[in-house]
């Protein structure tokens, strides 16, 4: 039996074509028949072939939709739930998941590149297929899934399975406080929810940095952030300026591709590209922007291997951090993927009653037929038009 599903073909080429139908494997696993499903900025690194995805994954790991099968062993979920699945898979039972940390689980990705944590239709994140499809296996169901209510909030709700959480981490991790100053770099969808996240907790002041005025938009507009756009000028010079001194906190929501201000001049257009990268740059620009002792959270993602970096230590790696100057400054920062169930119950909790309401990042909703349109086009960022999020529904 087979349902259709979005399968990487190669370097920028995606098509949507017959994958095996998920099944009921362990006793613990439930089936969803997906409602709606997630492209992610994460995607696009395999996308472009800056990671070791090999042809025929099926992607994504931004999941919700309604339970169609339960394994003999589930206990709390019955079908027709409706439930969001966290992009990462987790036991539940190991370690880290009873510490909380369940982005690092040690149970579910015996076969990756990584030592711990596992994924959804992701490279080296163990053998779960994607969910940029009809259905998918959720395995550890009751531990997993997240139950939503029976309807509403649907563009919401899809959120709660990476970049709102994943937003919110980023802010955890640079343990921002009520009234305190923040600078996030990248007002993509992560970028967008960091900030979103600081401004329900209270934060101060929030700076967003970005080239791309559409996005610096939805910052100002959605986040009370004040954007600070670096085709115009160095970034931590405009913020120092702007706020009258470095930040108390930072968070990097752009990661390892991130562009090089030196590099970029006003018009280029905003698609990614190699040659302009400094994948160090917005970590060093934090250092900078950020008081001493200031904490910085990178939820924005760095691999250890990519095939198309801008030097040979970067495609191992090993980027040119300005580590004597955090030292110096006693900073400390925190790295990692989000664990998703950290957060999510609480952040599903204020859509539920309407303290918080991230669908406004949401761009396009769009069959699931016009994935591979949405890919190129996502990928070349569309100029200014401000291309977010992009919401599957098979
Ligand atoms: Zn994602
Ligand atoms: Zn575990």
């Keep these: ?24 494997e362990n006793p613990n696993d439930v089936v969803i028949d997906v409602t709606t499903t997630c492209i992610c ?3 696009l690194h395999m996308y472009e072939g800056r990671t070791s995805a090999d042809p025929g994954i099926v992607f994504g790991h931004e999941t919700m939709g309604i339970v169609s099968e339960t394994g003999d062993g589930v206990s709390s979920l ?44 992701y490279v080296g994140m163990g053998p779960y297929q994607g969910g940029q499809a009809e259905k998918l296996r959720v395995p550890y169901a009751d531990f997993n899934a997240l139950q939503l209510p029976d309807e509403g909030h649907e563009d919401s709700f899809s959120l709660l399975a990476d970049i709102f959480p994943t937003g919110w981490h980023g802010t955890e991790l640079a343990d921002l406080q009520p009234g305190d100053s923040v600078a996030v770099f990248g007002a993509g969808p992560v970028g967008l929810m960091a900030a979103y996240s600081a401004k329900i907790k209270g934060a101060g002041e929030i700076y967003v940095i970005d080239r791309v005025p559409s996005r610096l938009e939805l910052a100002a507009k959605h986040c009370d952030a004040n954007p600070i756009n670096f085709d115009e000028g160095d970034p931590v010079e405009q913020i120092i300026a702007e706020h009258g001194g470095e930040v108390d906190k930072g968070v ?22 190699p040659a302009k990268e400094n994948p160090a740059i917005v970590i060093n620009s934090l250092i900078q922007a950020v008081r001493p002792t200031g904490k910085l959270g990178i939820p924005g993602l760095y691999v250890p291997e990519d095939p198309g970096a801008p030097d040979d230590a970067a495609a191992e790696g090993r980027l040119g951090i300005d580590f004597g100057k955090l030292f110096e ?25 309407g303290r918080a309401d991230p669908s406004w990042v949401v761009s396009h909703r769009v069959d699931l037929e016009e994935a591979p349109e949405m890919y190129d086009r996502f990928d070349n960022r569309e100029g200014d038009t401000a291309f977010t999020k992009v919401l599957l529904e098979p």
């Design 1 to 24: 039996m087979s349902i259709n599903g979005v399968v990487y073909e190669g370097e920028r080429n995606v098509s949507v074509k017959p994958v095996d139908e998920p099944e009921i």
């Design 252 to 273: 990097d929501a752009v990661g390892y591709q991130a562009l090089d201000p030196e590099e970029t001049d006003k018009g280029d257009d905003y698609s990614y590209n």
């Design 329 to 353: 400054k006693g900073q400390s920062l925190g790295t990692g993927q989000a664990n998703v169930k950290a957060y999510n119950r609480e952040i599903r909790d204020l859509i539920i009653e």
């Design 41 to 43: 900025g994460s995607d």
């Design 78 to 121: 019955a079908v027709g739930d409706r439930i969001v699945a966290p992009f990462n898979v987790a036991c539940g039972f190991c370690e880290n998941c009873e510490d909380g940390l369940t982005g690092f689980c040690q149970n579910v990705n015996q076969t990756g590149d990584v030592p711990a944590g596992g994924a959804y239709g």
